[in-house]
Structure formats: C-alpha cells, structure tokens
C-alpha cells in the first residue's frame, strides 16, 4: 500500500498515490534518485558529484540546521548546503556564518526582517515552543 509509513500522509506519500493510482501508465518518468530525492544511503549513489544532484533529501542524512555533521556523502551534501547558504549571505551582505558542528548550535542567516522566534521550534523541536506541538 501506499501511505501506511513514515510520510504517509505528507508530501512523500501524497505524490507516489497520485503518480502510482490516479495517473495513466506511463504518463510520467521515473528518475534517477541519485539526482533526484538523494537521501544519501544508495550505494549506487556514493560515486555521484554532489554538485550534480538536484535534490538532497536530508532524511537518513541530518539536516544541515541540526549542526549534526555526517559522513561520506552526507557531509559532502551539508557542506554543499552551507556553500549555498553562505552564496545567498554573500547576496544579503550579512555575516558568512561558518558549518556549525555542535548539535543545535544553529545561527540563522541574520537580515532585518528577521524573527528569531520563527526558528526557536524548528532548531530545538516543537517542545520548546511556548504552545507545544501542534495537534491534529
């Protein structure tokens, strides 16, 4: 089936059921995901220039904001990251913020509409908002 796992109800399992169900056959490409939703535990990915993958997908691979670096491919992918990340700091003219490496040690990138509070429950987990997490 589709939509009994971890995503099921998301994004990840809302397109698979329309491509899979409600789609004719062959009316859509699968693609390769080395390049496409990389998630970085593909042995046949491991050869890949990281540059060349058009979507990361950090799920096994921690997100780059978790300050949680991996190995192999997945550190080569949070680097890439923060190469990108530090590009558009360059574009903002704000401080290039170094790969932080310490779990939860997050800076975001500092401009001035910036509100810090938008950040607080992504860095530290919904637990660590003042209303909890949302419920459904």
């Not at 949680?68 to 890439?80: H, I, R, W, Y």
């Not at 913020?97 to 910036?114: A, H, L, N, R």
Request: proline fraction near 7%; charge should be neutral; hydrophobic fraction near 35%.
């Amino acid at each position: 089936g589709i939509g009994y796992s971890w995503g099921g109800e998301t994004f990840q399992g809302v397109v698979p059921f329309y491509f899979r169900k409600k789609t004719p056959p062959g009316s859509f490409k699968v693609v390769d995901n080395c390049y496409w939703n990389n998630m970085g535990d593909s042995p046949a990915c491991l050869d890949k220039d990281i540059a060349d993958v058009q979507v990361f997908h950090f799920t096994v691979c921690q997100k780059p904001w978790y300050c949680m670096p991996g190995e192999d491919v997945c550190l080569e992918a949070q680097k890439f990251w923060w190469h990108i990340r530090n590009g558009i700091e360059v574009d903002l003219n704000v401080h290039q913020t170094p790969m932080c490496t310490s779990k939860y040690d997050y800076v975001p990138i500092s401009f001035k509409e910036q509100v810090p509070s938008l950040y607080k429950g992504v860095q530290h987990g919904c637990q660590a908002l003042e209303k909890g997490c949302a419920r459904f």
